[in-house]
């Protein structure tokens, strides 16, 4: 234990956006850890499906330099047992709004990864006037089922692993787009990921299993920013260009060399899409 303490000191820190300000936000149904880093306008970042806030370390850091960037733990972060109580993505969007109340924001921009953008545009889709921008990494409009997707469903819903699993590590592995090579990193990833509890990461793999946009997009009106890269597993071109044909307001980018994980391999390059985009759209 101590060398792993030891090693997020000083490998894992170097990914991180600075401590900030922390607290709890006391929701209905969990007590929410959250982030806030930097000034500016609010930007309400949502983490994806393993990792949590601190995987989005990268992008927040990136951020927090132009805006006042908010994370927070998602509903089983911090508690495995919460999955006692059923709970789907609509429970876990009116976690997202309940916490914006919290923080006294009538209209921020909300930006979600991968699972995190499923909420997000979940929220966009249910309450069209909640936020002023919505940016996308990783999202498109379902899950694109393949062999990665079919081994994640089986090795994390049925097998107790140990955080250390080679072979589960080279599934996060395929999150880069490619082979990534071993490093600071690549044990980021893995050690940030592992931190969701195995039973949390496939109840989110079920949940969005049953996703499916395509029919509710025009239901979205503010300004979308829909990003992806194009060696991302999850998202297909073809899929990219679907969500932004049905979204009225939408913008998409490809990014070239960049896996599902764009937002921490490459944060310079999806913030600087970002800020683009929200110098035309407001914020």
Same mark, same amino acid.
Not at 180 to 188: A, E, N, T
Not at 234 to 258: H, I, Y
């Given at each position: 234990?101590?060398?792993?303490?030891?090693?997020?000191?000083? %490998?894992?820190? @170097?990914?991180?956006? =600075?401590?900030?300000?922390? =607290?709890?936000?006391?929701?209905?149904?969990?007590?929410?850890?959250?982030?806030?880093?930097?000034?500016?306008?609010?930007?309400?970042? &949502? /983490?994806? +499906?393993?990792?949590?806030?601190?995987?989005? =370390?990268? &992008?927040?850091?990136?951020?927090?330099?132009?805006?006042? $960037? &908010?994370?927070?733990?998602?509903?089983?972060? *911090? *508690?495995?047992? !919460? +999955?006692?109580?059923?709970?789907?993505?609509?429970?876990?969007?009116? *976690?997202?709004?309940?916490?914006?109340?919290?923080? =006294?924001?009538?209209?921020?921009?909300?930006?979600?990864?991968?699972?995190?953008? #499923?909420?997000?545009?979940?929220?966009?889709?249910?309450?069209?006037?909640?936020?002023?921008?919505? &940016?996308?990494?990783?999202?498109?409009?379902?899950?694109?089922?393949?062999?990665?997707?079919?081994?994640?469903?089986?090795?994390?819903?049925?097998?107790?692993?140990?955080?250390?699993?080679?072979?589960?590590?080279?599934?996060?592995?395929?999150?880069?787009?490619?082979?990534?090579?071993?490093?600071?990193?690549?044990?980021? $990833?893995?050690?940030?990921?592992?931190?969701?509890?195995?039973? $949390?990461?496939?109840?989110?793999?079920?949940? #969005?299993?049953?996703?499916?946009?395509?029919?509710?997009?025009?239901? $979205?009106?503010? /300004? %979308?920013?829909?990003?992806?890269?194009?060696?991302?597993?999850?998202?297909? !071109? +073809?899929?990219?260009?679907?969500?932004? *044909?049905?979204?009225?307001?939408?913008?998409?980018?490809?990014?070239?060399?960049?896996?599902?994980?764009?937002?921490?391999?490459?944060?310079?390059? #999806? @913030?600087?899409?970002?800020?683009?985009?929200? !110098? %035309?759209?407001?914020?």
């Amino acid at each position: 234990m101590k060398a792993s303490l030891d090693w997020l000191a000083a %490998t894992g820190a @170097a990914y991180e956006p =600075g401590p900030g300000r922390s =607290g709890t936000a006391q929701l209905r149904h969990y007590s929410a850890r959250f982030r806030v880093w930097g000034e500016g306008p609010p930007l309400v970042l &949502i /983490p994806g +499906l393993a990792g949590g806030m601190h995987l989005v =370390g990268p &992008i927040a850091r990136v951020l927090s330099k132009h805006y006042q $960037v &908010i994370s927070y733990q998602l509903r089983g972060d *911090d *508690d495995c047992f !919460a +999955l006692r109580r059923t709970f789907g993505v609509a429970d876990m969007v009116e *976690d997202l709004n309940e916490l914006m109340d919290w923080f =006294g924001l009538e209209r921020p921009v909300v930006m979600g990864v991968s699972f995190g953008g #499923v909420l997000g545009l979940e929220l966009a889709i249910r309450r069209p006037g909640r936020m002023q921008s919505l &940016i996308l990494q990783g999202v498109g409009p379902r899950f694109e089922r393949g062999l990665l997707q079919r081994v994640a469903g089986l090795v994390l819903s049925r097998y107790p692993l140990p955080s250390d699993n080679p072979f589960v590590n080279q599934f996060f592995n395929l999150f880069f787009g490619g082979k990534q090579q071993p490093g600071p990193l690549f044990d980021f $990833v893995t050690w940030q990921c592992w931190q969701t509890d195995q039973g $949390v990461m496939a109840q989110r793999f079920n949940l #969005v299993e049953r996703i499916d946009f395509a029919n509710r997009l025009s239901a $979205v009106r503010v /300004p %979308t920013l829909a990003l992806a890269g194009e060696r991302d597993l999850f998202v297909s !071109a +073809l899929g990219l260009k679907e969500l932004t *044909d049905g979204l009225p307001r939408a913008r998409s980018v490809q990014l070239p060399d960049c896996g599902h994980l764009a937002f921490v391999t490459h944060p310079e390059r #999806v @913030a600087q899409e970002v800020r683009d985009f929200l !110098a %035309t759209h407001g914020a």
